[in-house]
């Protein structure tokens, strides 16, 4: 019985002699059209993706060249921030204790 699974369990697995590739990295019609096919189902999936990962990330990362509060419109200090930020004594000496916990 024993010898019997584990010939099933040989027999499912896929090696990689036995991996053919098709196509040789040439795009064929029929991928073309299965991708075409694809699209609207992935479309809505990479655009919330895209809205909640990127745009935020993007936005953050202006926001943190800018000198903004919430009542005006953010004014534009370039890299004055993280000078400021790797001038501080506060910032090294929280990054140490952070460091030294994790």
Same mark, same amino acid.
């Given at each position: 019985? $024993? @010898?019997? /699974?584990?010939q #099933? %369990?040989?027999?499912?697995?896929i090696? +990689? ?8 990295g040439? @795009?064929?019609?029929?991928a073309?059209? &299965?991708?075409? $096919? ?7 999936a990479?655009?919330?993706f895209?809205?909640?990962?990127y745009?935020?990330? *993007? $936005?953050?990362?202006?926001m ?5 509060? %919430?009542? #005006?419109? +953010? ?6 921030? /993280? $000078?400021?930020?790797?001038?501080d004594? &506060?910032?090294?000496n929280s990054?140490?204790?952070? *460091?030294?916990?994790?």
């Amino acid at each position: 019985m $024993r @010898h019997a /699974y584990r010939q #099933s %369990m040989k027999a499912s697995l896929i090696s +990689p002699a036995r991996i053919r590739i098709t196509g040789q990295g040439r @795009h064929t019609p029929g991928a073309l059209l &299965e991708l075409l $096919r694809a699209a609207p189902y992935l479309l809505p999936a990479l655009l919330i993706f895209v809205v909640f990962t990127y745009y935020p990330l *993007a $936005r953050v990362l202006y926001m943190s060249l800018t000198d903004a509060d %919430m009542l #005006s419109a +953010p004014n534009w200090v370039g890299l004055a921030n /993280y $000078r400021q930020l790797l001038a501080d004594r &506060e910032f090294w000496n929280s990054l140490g204790i952070t *460091a030294a916990f994790a």
